[in-house]
């Protein structure tokens, strides 16, 4: 008889699944993918970049406009001087954990009650409040949640740690589990 899987067996599977689609992500800066689950079954899936329809960031302009021919493998907002997360306005993309949840209300497909897996450190709280609009009641992400040690990205190690307490804090307020996984058990 086959072994039921227990809840950490299920986390991994679907972390290694948002890993996998990270790969995916034609993003110049950072390489994340996201899973949408619920009842243990994948409802939509994502990863972060420019939305559908819209080229991706290698034939743009520093400052927006595009061109037909390559312009450069380094992310606009990089060209501009701008550091990590500075310079927003300047990005086209669409966060990983974001797209997962447009994709399933595209198809009408509720996310209420369902969890998200993401290839990243603690969400930002642009996505944090989104994640707590679509009714999503658990968060599982990549490091140690409210310690201010958060894992990498997998495209850079040299990049800073990404942890954002304050969207820890509204996940708390909000009922929202917030659970870990180390990158080295994926």
């Not at 079954?41 to 420019?50: E, F, L, S």
């Amino acid at each position: 008889m086959e072994k039921h899987r227990s809840q950490k067996d299920w986390d991994l599977h679907f972390m290694r699944e948002a890993k996998l689609w990270s790969y995916m992500s034609k993003c110049l800066s950072r390489k994340i993918g996201s899973v949408l689950v619920k009842d243990n079954r994948v409802i939509a899936t994502g990863y972060n970049g420019p939305p559908s329809g819209v080229p991706h960031c290698d034939t743009r302009s520093d400052y927006g406009s595009y061109s037909d021919v390559f312009v450069s493998n380094e992310c606009p907002r990089r060209r501009l001087g701008f550091g990590s997360g500075e310079g927003m306005q300047y990005c086209v993309a669409v966060h990983s954990e974001i797209n997962p949840i447009m994709q399933a209300a595209r198809i009408g497909i509720s996310t209420v009650y369902s969890t998200l897996y993401c290839y990243c450190g603690t969400p930002c709280i642009n996505c944090a409040k989104e994640i707590i609009q679509a009714g999503i009641v658990r968060v599982v992400c990549l490091g140690k949640a409210g310690s201010g040690v958060v894992s990498k990205d997998n495209d850079n190690p040299t990049k800073k740690d990404y942890n954002f307490p304050l969207s820890e804090e509204l996940f708390n307020i909000a009922n929202v589990k917030l659970d870990v996984i180390k990158e080295e058990n994926i």
